[in-house]
Nanobody, 120 residues
């Protein structure tokens, strides 16, 4: 079983910064990719950023140049550094880890989400 826990959300003023963390644990052989999604009230869940096991990062157009995704493979943790935050970044942010388990099956696990609110 694989568990994913997000942390680091909160309230920040426009132009401010936050760093989200996504920690994966459990029966993990390797992490194939980690995705950060966000969902604002009344809207669909959208992909914000993704990082692969090889370190390739991709971003939604709306966050390019402001958000940076990175990983600490030794800790099975992925970070989302969010700078120059805007009110439209307000959402619940979810981490989704795609892993190969110790039994060599592929599993996708979601965290519970962390609230990010950008407001003055």
């Amino acid at each position: 079983q694989v568990q994913v826990v997000e942390s680091g959300g909160g309230l920040v003023q426009p132009g401010g910064s936050l760093r989200l963390s996504c920690a994966a644990s459990g029966t993990i052989f390797s992490i194939n990719a980690v995705n950060w999604y966000r969902q604002a009230p009344g809207k669909l869940r959208d992909l914000v950023a993704r990082i692969t096991s090889g370190g390739t990062a991709t971003y939604a157009e709306s966050v390019k140049g402001r958000f940076t995704i990175s990983s600490d493979n030794a800790k099975n943790t992925v970070y989302l550094q969010m700078n120059s935050l805007k009110p439209e970044d307000t959402a619940v942010y979810y981490c989704n880890a795609i892993v190969t388990t110790t039994t060599r099956t592929i599993a996708g696990s979601w965290g519970q989400g962390t609230q990010v609110t950008v407001s003055s």
